[in-house]
């Protein structure tokens, strides 16, 4: 088992280092969350000057970084970031039918099995390094700007971070699946962008009741509520600062349905 997971992974390894459009989209990705969180603190001050400027009662000034809701707030602010990844797998995936690979490692003998289980294991590690990269941030940006000590910042909401996890798995398993059905990179990225933007809404509003909560990417983004802070009481908002059971379930739900149908397609259609 451990010899065959390191063969997957040496082997998504070697096309992921020679693919140049790959590496310069996750290099963009880096710098653009990083400057991002670095330059968080500018805009909240903003909006609480403004908004000062019109209360009748001025409130403290807020940190994006407060050891009571970093964490909530890195991984809120990254959520809107995860098309990124998602590109990532689409193109990574319809590059193994531009270039025929596929087709090959299955000819050389690699079952369907092993080259979904491939798949997925990128997205796991891709998820899992993004929510790295945002612990780190977290960690060093906390420490800058709080003068805190780090037991302070494990101790405050660092469970939101596994909870990304679990968002970004679910929303990357989705443009897996998007990749494997269409598998053309172009029509590929335009369905998941429209889908992702209009299309799970125009779902939704025509879903009775709260049954459109339950779609794919709607349950992946409303895993991580917006935070609270004194703007949003200020104006009479309250958001839940909590996890829902059945949202989590849901997302494990969808990342095991994505993977069943991916599994489908490739069976039954020519690689």
């Known amino acids: ?17 020679h693919y140049r459009s790959f590496q310069i989209l996750t290099l963009a990705y880096i710098v653009i969350l990083m ?17 000062n400027d019109t209360a009748i009662a001025p409130f403290a000034r807020l940190s994006f970084y407060h050891p009571q809701s970093i964490w909530q707030n890195f991984t809120y602010v990254a959520a809107y970031f995860k098309i ?7 193109l990574l995936i319809t590059n193994e039918f531009s270039f025929f690979t596929m087709r090959q490692q299955l000819i050389s003998g690699m079952s369907r099995k092993d080259f979904i289980a491939g798949k997925l294991l990128v997205v796991f590690m891709l998820s899992l390094g993004i929510v790295l990269l945002i612990g780190v941030a977290g960690f060093i940006l906390g420490t800058i700007h709080q003068g805190t000590n780090n037991i302070s910042l494990i ?34 990225i335009i369905a998941f962008v429209l889908y992702s933007l209009i299309g799970e809404r125009i779902l939704k509003f025509l879903m009775p009741g709260d049954s459109g ?51 489908l397609i490739i069976r039954w259609r020519d690689a």
């Open 84 to 90: 990124f990844p998602a590109l990532l797998i689409i």
């Open 1 to 17: 088992m451990k010899e065959k997971f390191l063969v997957l992974m040496k082997s998504e390894w070697i096309k992921i280092s």
């Open 155 to 188: 101790n405050k909401g660092i469970w939101f971070l596994p909870i990304h996890l679990l968002e970004l798995v679910t929303y990357l398993s989705c443009a897996m699946l998007v990749a494997f059905m269409l598998r053309r990179s172009g029509i590929a």
């Open 35 to 51: 400057l991002v969180y670095i330059f968080a603190q500018r805009f909240v001050t903003n909006i609480t000057i403004q908004s």
């Open 213 to 263: 909560d339950y779609l794919p990417l709607n349950a992946a983004g409303s895993l991580i509520p917006l935070p609270n802070n004194e703007i949003t009481t200020l104006m009479g908002l309250s958001f839940r600062n909590t996890i829902e059971i059945s949202t989590v379930a849901t997302c494990l739900f969808y990342c095991c349905l994505f993977t069943v149908l991916v599994y």
